[in-house]
């Protein structure tokens, strides 16, 4: 009897995909999706369109094309002070999500348990179930969206292989802070695990929030696993161009998996985030944040007026919002209320907890051109 895979229930289309798909239907103005339509630094553009022409058209290397890997590392060394060897410790794949992916294939078995801030990040959830691991999910305590060492003692099990840490984070836009991480590493260390940093939206600061990498405290280089990618600095979502770093030892298998998977990523693309990395100056990632900083505001106004209370976020350029005031018996009813009523979509809480506690949050994207963002705001607050 023909019959799907057992892990086709954990993979399934995800809340995201659902929302931009339904908004697609309506007409109507996407904050569901990420996607971060920006203009792109026309350096990259440039640089990539010039890596076609120069031939950069067939496989590279499974890690990724030598330009982009020492401009990852000297990007990493410059913000970071970390130092990464670009010919053994620097993958290139196919997005951050991609790079997770391969980083759990080479690293995780059936069965491994591994620890993740809740709210979390669907897609982080979905890739762990499809290669067998289990979630065990940590939530933070509002409203300062905080933990204790007790707190990760009591998840721990004999089974604990690593962590989850996405800093800052997506939907909650949490910036992690220097104690909070020193109680991370802390753990880490003391029950040998593994750590994984999703830090995709470290320029992505607010509020004087600043962004640690935890490969940076005493021990932790050689257990972290950093992923990060080009997708949301330069607004090129569409290249899937992410990366990960961490020690040889790990980083050699997780290239494997990456060949497996991907072979490679798309070659002239590499070269222009190569030129973007090289060439943009530090102003233009300060640029980046202050940007969305006014995004934000003009957002979480919107919802304000609108009677939808945000939660307002310290990084990345999302917003969780409280939807309990619509009509619906659950999330993910009000939030199609909202699209049917306003045109405008995001993604109902449910696809960011392990339980219902997202019942009555909507979460928004407010990296959208201007004209798109306005209007959808304006909408938003005509509810009010």
């Known amino acids: 009897m023909l019959t799907l895979s057992r892990n086709h229930d954990a993979v399934s289309q995800s ?8 908004c697609a239907k309506a007409g109507g103005i996407n904050l569901a999706q990420g996607v971060c339509d920006l203009d792109v630094p026309s350096v990259v553009t440039a640089g990539a369109a010039q890596a076609m022409q120069d031939g950069y058209n067939v496989y ?32 290139v794949s196919c997005g951050a999500t991609g790079a997770f992916y391969c980083a759990c294939l080479a690293l995780l078995d059936p069965g491994d348990e591994v620890i993740m801030f809740e709210p979390y990040y669907g897609y982080h959830v979905s890739t762990l179930a499809s290669v067998g691991a289990k979630t065990v999910p940590l939530r933070l305590s509002a409203p300062g969206w905080s933990f204790t060492p007790a707190d990760l003692t009591r998840l721990a099990t004999p089974r604990t292989k690593a962590l989850v ?42 509020d004087g929030a600043e962004h640690f990498s935890l490969a940076t405290w005493p021990g932790m280089r050689e257990r972290t696993i950093v992923i990060s990618g080009l997708s949301k600095i330069f607004s090129i979502t569409g ?93 993910r009813e009000r939030a199609m209320f909202l699209l049917e009523q306003t045109g405008v979509a995001c993604v109902p809480g449910r696809a960011f907890f392990s339980d219902a506690s997202g019942a009555g949050l909507g979460r928004f994207c407010f990296s959208k051109r201007d004209p798109a963002l306005d209007e959808a705001c304006a909408r938003l607050a005509r509810l009010g």
């Open 15 to 22: 809340e995201i995909r659902a929302m931009t798909i339904a």
């Open 239 to 331: 290249w899937r161009l992410g990366y990960t770093l961490c020690d040889a030892r790990w980083a050699k298998a997780i290239g494997h998996f990456n060949d497996l998977v991907y072979v490679c990523a798309p070659a002239p693309l590499q070269m222009g985030a190569a030129r973007g990395l090289n060439e943009l100056p530090e102003s233009y990632y300060h640029g980046v944040a202050a940007e969305h900083l006014g995004k934000r505001e003009r957002m979480c106004r919107a919802l304000t007026t609108a009677g939808l209370t945000p939660i307002v976020p310290q990084g990345a350029y999302y917003v969780l919002a409280d939807l309990s005031r619509l009509p619906g018996a659950d999330d």
């Open 60 to 91: 590279t290397r499974f890690d990724g094309l030598i330009e982009l890997r020492r401009a990852i590392a000297d990007k990493q060394k410059r913000f970071t002070g970390l130092a990464y060897d670009p010919e053994g410790e620097v993958t």
């Open 165 to 206: 840490l996405n800093s800052p984070m997506n939907p909650l836009g949490k910036v992690f802070t220097r104690a909070e991480l020193q109680m991370v590493a802390d753990f880490a260390r003391e029950r040998d695990i593994f750590v994984f940093t999703d830090e995709i939206y470290e320029h992505f600061l607010y």
